[in-house]
């Protein structure tokens, strides 16, 4: 069971979170002051959002449609956050092997791109191999981002653009307090 928590793990997060965005001057929203204040009940992937609006996304694991409808629409919203540096267009989705994994394909500054998402499973739940192989793409482009992924454990994903020298700090972050169990005394 979940117990509510009076600031100590959550106001530990903000802690860190401000401190990156100020290392990496990511800049944060007024929604996280005075988080001592209230009573929190919810995993990192909650806050993501409300702390760095703009450069994050929250989706539901479920997603509710096919692999080769709902992953081009999860590349346009992670797209969105990297605010204009990557702007996918043309974005479809196919699979060689019955949707057990999928290629991502789109033009993106005159050029075709391509990138494998594995453990799609042909379902309509979200795999986080999504990210990595946003990352791998990332790489290879040279964009100035990564993509991590806060999960809750349960049906919530937010996933959060950062400078790619602070993506190491950030995933350090994320094994901390993604669960919803490491957020509780």
């Given amino acids: 069971m979940v117990r509510a928590l009076i600031g100590s ?3 530990e997060l903000f802690q860190e979170l401000s401190a990156l965005s100020g290392k990496y001057d990511m800049g944060v929203s007024d929604w996280v002051m005075g988080p001592s204040q209230r009573k929190f009940r919810e995993a990192a992937s909650f806050y993501i959002p409300g ?34 540096e990557f702007s996918p267009q043309n ?11 999928l290629w991502l394909a789109f033009e993106s500054n005159g050029k075709r791109h391509r990138f494998r998402v594995l453990e799609v499973e042909n379902s309509d739940w979200f795999s986080s191999q999504f990210v990595s192989g946003l990352n791998r793409f990332a790489a290879r482009a040279g964009l100035c981002g990564r993509w991590v992924n806060f999960y809750d454990g349960d049906d919530s994903c937010s996933s959060l653009y950062v400078p790619a020298p602070a993506a190491r700090r950030f995933q350090a972050l994320k094994r901390k307090y993604s669960a919803r169990e490491s957020l509780c005394d």
């Avoid at 703009?54 to 969105?80: D, F, I, K, M, V």
């Avoid at 974005?91 to 994994?101: I, L, N, Q, R, T």
Wanted: glycine fraction near 8%.
């Fill in 9 to 11: 793990r959550v106001l």
């Fill in 91 to 101: 974005v479809s989705a196919d699979s060689d092997d019955d949707w057990e994994s």
């Fill in 51 to 84: 702390f760095f609006p703009g450069r994050s996304a929250r989706h539901t694991c479920e997603l509710g449609e096919s692999p080769s409808g709902a992953y081009p629409q999860l590349l346009n919203l992670y797209a969105a956050m990297t605010a204009g």
